[in-house]
């Protein structure tokens, strides 16, 4: 098996409501385009290294750490919702990136922000890419019930001070163990790399406020009964769009895919018969081929 790529080195921009770090690959094609990718609740831009090693050739790519994720401090206006991070992603696209209108990819909860984003903002977003985007679905199972669970103020904090007490490694292969739907895909040093993230962010007293404000706006946006509405953003993207689920995902359900295509007047849909929450992580190839095909 050849060796892994290793990850991208983080850099940091200020903005006057936030700060942000992120990764950045840049092509040797001068012809490449800018890229945008958005991870989920939980995650950070770590979530993206194979699939912008598989696409580097065509794109360069900027992978976000979102406000209170990664090493991305909390936002200065303390607002978690999906259009609170979507507003993190406007502002290095408008001023990092010069408002060069780019291809936006989104995971789970940064599938849901990067759905602000292309629908409130079409003069920025070139195409859009969501991989098991955290869109309302009324239909909880046995993995994602402890979701709303967890939203709820003061059992959510105390769940997660319980899950805290748990070594590091097992917390990071529980993830895993959910996200994948075959633990023994990732590799001992994408395992490893992961592990070092968590201890990275030990001493961030904000973090866990931020998985907490983070999924309670989230979960929040699908009660919203207004014209800004998830399914009705959907309805306003202009972007041609790619949107790729896992027939294995216990957090969104797959079925969700045939909605979509009600809802994204401009899309392709795929399930992956072999894939969970993570697409871009589990199958790179795929994601990248798929998205080669559609764009290109």
Request: contains cysteine; neutral net charge.
């Amino acid at each position: 098996m050849s060796a892994l790529i290793k990850p991208w080195p983080r850099d940091e921009v200020f903005f006057p409501a936030r700060t942000l770090t992120y990764r950045h690959a840049q092509s040797a094609n001068p012809d490449a385009e800018p890229a945008v990718m958005l991870h989920g609740l939980g995650g950070s831009s770590l979530n993206w290294t194979d699939l912008m090693g598989q696409l580097l050739p065509e794109l360069s790519m900027w992978a976000l750490d979102l406000p209170g994720f990664g090493q991305s401090p909390p936002p200065r206006d303390g607002n978690y919702t999906p259009l609170g991070h979507a507003r993190a992603a406007v502002d290095f696209i408008e001023q990092q990136l010069e408002g060069k209108r780019v291809h936006l990819f989104g995971n789970s909860m940064g599938g849901a922000v990067a759905l602000q984003v292309a629908a409130r903002r079409p003069d920025l977003v070139r195409t859009l890419t969501l991989i098991s985007p955290a869109l309302p679905d009324i239909n909880p199972n046995k993995a994602n019930i402890t979701l709303p669970i967890m939203a709820i103020p003061g059992l959510g904090e105390a769940a997660v001070k319980k899950y805290n007490t748990l070594p590091l490694a097992v917390r990071v292969q529980s993830t895993i163990d959910t996200c994948f739907a075959n633990p023994a895909r990732v590799a001992e040093q994408r395992f490893e790399e992961a592990v070092d993230e968590a201890e990275s962010r030990e001493g961030f007293t904000y973090a866990d406020d931020a998985f907490l404000r983070s999924l309670r706006g989230l979960l929040g946006s699908y009660f919203d009964r207004g014209r800004h509405r998830p399914w009705k953003l959907a309805e306003l993207v202009q972007a041609q769009s790619l949107l790729i689920y896992g027939m294995k995902d216990p957090l969104v359900n797959p079925r969700t895919a045939h909605k979509s295509t009600k809802h994204f007047k401009n899309a392709q849909v795929m399930v992956l018969p072999d894939s969970a929450h993570v697409s871009q992580m589990e199958h790179p190839d795929v994601v990248a081929d798929a998205w080669m095909k559609r764009f290109r």
